[in-house]
């Protein structure tokens, strides 16, 4: 296949993994999300509030502004606040913006794992008796990939920040760096039906690059959700769910054709 056919064959297999879901009765795996989103915002909102406190508490002893009485002391004080507020609150979007993509695929790992699963049984008919030492393994080999994935990435978009100084090759910049996270977010996604069929990290690495238009596709719609603006993490948690049902099925219709 060609990159723009494969790209297209990455899209069908989107779009029939929104119906797959449904019709085979794998919809609640969305509850996951959901709590996935509950949890991760409660408790990461919780943590930057007291990293608010903390800075405030610091900077008002550092700056003595507690037992200031000159003019102006308490508009300062306010004034403060609500920069630390502001600033804490910002960084917080801010990185899950540029992590949220990992956090969710480290964090929903073992979900993603049986959820590839049970889509290859229902498609093909094949059972792998559940086993918790494989669920395990699949588990942390889920989170090296997502490891490895962001580190390159991270070398990519450093290359991309220099290269974005250049007339005209800065222009593209952006664009390169959004299909590079959607391929690294793809072969995430993908990886765990290659595990089952007893592929090697190297192997899965080779299988990606041959087809980089599938791995692309698969991972496309995850990182168009990532760059909405507040909501972009919480969209991409759904979006994922979806990416793991789609990769299964394209490999599972690329072993048919083979």
Excluded at 30 to 57: M, Q, R
Aim: aromatic fraction near 20%; include cysteine; charged fraction near 15%.
């Amino acid at each position: 296949m060609t990159f723009f056919k494969d790209f297209g064959f990455g899209l069908r297999t989107y779009s029939e993994a929104l119906s797959f879901i449904f019709k085979k009765k794998l919809a609640w795996f969305f509850l996951f999300p959901i709590a996935f989103n509950i949890l991760l915002f409660w408790f990461g909102w919780d943590l930057v509030s007291h990293f608010t406190e903390t800075a405030k508490v610091y900077l008002e002893n550092q700056l003595q502004l507690k037992q200031g009485d000159f003019w102006g002391s308490g508009f300062l004080k306010t004034a403060m606040d609500a920069f630390v507020w502001i600033t804490f609150k910002v960084m917080f979007f801010l990185l899950f913006a540029y992590l949220g993509g990992y956090i969710i695929i480290i964090l929903m790992s073992p979900i993603f794992s049986y959820l590839s699963e049970r889509t290859e049984k229902i498609k093909t008919g094949v059972d792998y008796p559940f086993s918790i030492v494989q669920l395990l393994k699949d588990v942390l080999r889920g989170v090296l990939i997502a490891i490895r994935n962001f580190s390159i990435e991270l070398l990519l978009t450093g290359l991309m920040f220099i290269l974005s100084f250049i007339p005209i090759i800065g222009w593209f910049a952006a664009i390169m760096l959004f299909f590079i996270s959607a391929y690294f977010y793809g072969f995430s996604f993908m990886d765990y039906a290659l595990e089952r069929k007893k592929l090697n990290l190297k192997q899965s690495v080779q299988f990606m690059g041959e087809n980089k238009g599938i791995v692309i596709a698969n991972g496309f719609v995850f990182s168009l959700c990532l760059i909405i603006p507040f909501c972009g993490v919480s969209f991409s948690s759904f979006a994922a769910i979806i990416s793991v049902v789609a990769g299964t099925l394209a490999i599972s219709e690329m072993d048919t054709r083979n």
